[in-house]
């Protein structure tokens, strides 16, 4: 079945270091991209990425970054520089007709 | 800039009763509108969208919405809810289909109560 696969589904990060959060789709879709879910805040995009080796900001990219060597493909990783990165972590891919596959995401806590 | 506001961050109602979740937009140009559950630990599932054409548009597991330009809405509604609908529904909105951001609301979490 076709479909996107993040990992792991929980990831404990102490003070200073820096995680990766994996994404992973073989819907052959060009378009990802990562959210941030925050109690009471709904969704807020972080990075998105219309096709290989080729990124952009979203709303929030501070203190996160992103590669897209592949596809199917789209770590981001959350940096020392993100003073708050507890949070719920999305991330979707795009079919231009069918709209928008979302991982069942990633729970990230500094501890 | 798109902006959606979702009415109330918690709905409960009785199991077979009405399920109605309000979510209004601010946009002078109809945009694109989803709707999507999310259940604890677990990503979004789109319920229904709506694009251009037909106001009432009919979504998975009974539920349904309405377009209502005049009124920048489109509420969520289910004739009977079913202790299966307890869940967190976002509604979000694109200026067009293919448009690279999705406008989140701030969700509204929904309980049944038996």
């Known amino acids: 079945d076709g479909g996107i696969t993040q990992s792991p589904k929980y990831l404990f990060r102490k003070e200073g270091q820096n995680v990766t959060l994996s994404c992973e789709q073989n819907l052959n879709h060009d378009a990802m991209y990562w959210y941030r879910q925050d109690p009471g805040q709904g969704l807020r995009l972080i990075y998105y990425s219309q096709i290989v080796n080729d990124f952009q900001k979203g709303d929030i990219a501070e203190g996160y970054s992103v590669s897209r060597e592949k596809k199917e493909s789209f770590p981001l990783t959350v940096t020392s520089a993100q003073k708050n990165p507890t949070a719920f972590y999305l991330c979707a891919s795009k079919n231009p007709f069918y709209g928008y596959t979302f991982g069942s995401g990633t729970r990230l806590t500094v501890v | 800039a798109q902006s959606v506001t979702q009415l109330g961050s918690h709905v409960s109602v009785s199991e077979g009763a009405l399920v109605l979740l309000r979510c209004n937009y601010s946009?002078?140009?109809?945009?694109?509108l989803f709707w999507y559950v999310q259940y604890p630990n677990q990503g979004l599932q789109l319920l229904l969208k709506?694009?251009?054409?037909?106001?009432l548009v009919k979504g998975i597991n009974g539920f349904e919405a309405e377009f209502k330009k005049s009124e920048t809405s489109c509420h969520l509604t289910k004739p009977s809810a079913h202790m299966s609908d307890a869940a967190e529904y976002f509604c979000?909105?694109?200026?067009?289909?293919?448009?690279?951001?999705?406008?989140f609301g701030t969700g509204t979490r929904l309980t049944i109560i038996p």
């Open positions: 979000a909105v694109s200026d067009d289909f293919g448009s690279e951001k999705l406008t």
């Open positions: 709506y694009t251009t054409g037909a106001t």
């Open positions: 946009s002078s140009v109809p945009p694109y």
